[in-house]
Nanobody
Framework: QVQLVESGGGLVQAGGSLRLSCAASGSIFSINRMGWYRQAPRKQRELVATISSGGSTNYATSLKGRFTISRDNAKNTVYLQMNSLKPEDTAVYYC???????????????WGQGTQVTVSS
C-alpha cells in the first residue's frame, strides 16, 4: 500500500511564499513522474507542475517563473516552492506520483489528500 501525504499549505498574504511538500511512503519500488495539481472552487483540477525521476520539469505556462518544483529521490518527496502568490492561486493543491510497488510490474497513479492554500488580498 502506498500513501502520499502533503504538507505546507496555509494562509498567506498576496506577494508571500509557501513551500509545499509531499512524501510518498509504503512498499515503493520506484517512482517515475511526480507532480502537483490544484483545484479552485467551482473549477476543474489543473496541472501546476511535474518533474521526472531524472529532474526534467514541466510547468503550467501561467505559473512558470513563480513556482518551482523539485524532488528528493532518496526521500521519495516532491516539493513546490510558490513565490509572489496571488489570490487566484487559492486552491486545494494535490500531489500526484506514478509509483511501482515492490513486486509490481506497472506504474500506477497515486494521489494525496490535498492541502489548502489560501492567498488573501
Amino acid at each position: 500500500q502506498v500513501q502520499l501525504v502533503e504538507s505546507g499549505g496555509g494562509l498567506v498574504q498576496a506577494g508571500g511564499s509557501l513551500r509545499l511538500s509531499c512524501a510518498a511512503s509504503g512498499s515503493i519500488f520506484s517512482i517515475n513522474r511526480m507532480g502537483w495539481y490544484r483545484q479552485a472552487p467551482r473549477k476543474q483540477r489543473e496541472l501546476v507542475a511535474t518533474i521526472s525521476s531524472g529532474g526534467s520539469t514541466n510547468y503550467a505556462t501561467s505559473l512558470k517563473g513563480r513556482f518551482t518544483i523539485s524532488r528528493d529521490n532518496a526521500k521519495n518527496t516532491v516539493y513546490l516552492q510558490m513565490n509572489s502568490l496571488k489570490p487566484e492561486d487559492t486552491a486545494v493543491y494535490y500531489c500526484n506520483a506514478d509509483i511501482m510497488v515492490v513486486g509490481g510490474t506497472n506504474y500506477f497513479s497515486s494521489w494525496g489528500q490535498g492541502t489548502q492554500v489560501t492567498v488573501s488580498s
